[in-house]
Nanobody, 122 residues
Framework: QVQLEESGGGLVQAGGSLRLSCAAS????????LAWFRQVPGKEREFVAL???????TYADSVKGRFSISRDDAKNTVYLQMNSLKPEDTAVYYC????????????????WGRGTQVTVSS
């Protein structure tokens, strides 16, 4: 199975930037569709961004124009560059991988990281 581990979270002031990384181990990583989700305690996990195995990307309306997802298959890593951060971006961010689907729905993903906390102060 694929193992995922997020890093790069932390505390940042509103308007600042963070770059999240998700390092993956497993065979044929380049063929997986990859995504970022986020979750606030007491609420459902929310789609943030995805990147297909061929590099195509999709973003949630709430982050479009501010966040950018990318992948480096040679390093088995997917990134989420977050700019112009807002307090409402505060959440635990998770990366996910799917063998067959690129989807905004969390149920479509086969593998998940443990999450990294992002806190944006006003």
């Amino acid at each position: 199975q694929v193992q995922l581990e997020e890093s790069g979270g932390g505390l940042v002031q509103a308007g600042g930037s963070l770059r999240l990384s998700c390092a993956a181990s497993g065979r044929a990583f380049s063929s997986y569709d990859l995504a970022w989700f986020r979750q606030v305690p007491g609420k459902e996990r929310e789609f943030v961004a995805l990147v297909n195995w061929n590099g195509g990307s999709t973003y949630a309306d709430s982050v479009k124009g501010r966040f950018s997802i990318s992948r480096d298959d040679a390093k088995n890593t997917v990134y989420l560059q977050m700019n112009s951060l807002k307090p409402e971006d505060t959440a635990v961010y998770y990366c996910a991988a799917s063998r067959l689907y690129s989807s905004i729905y969390s149920s479509r993903y086969d593998y998940w990281g443990r999450g990294t906390q992002v806190t944006v102060s006003s």
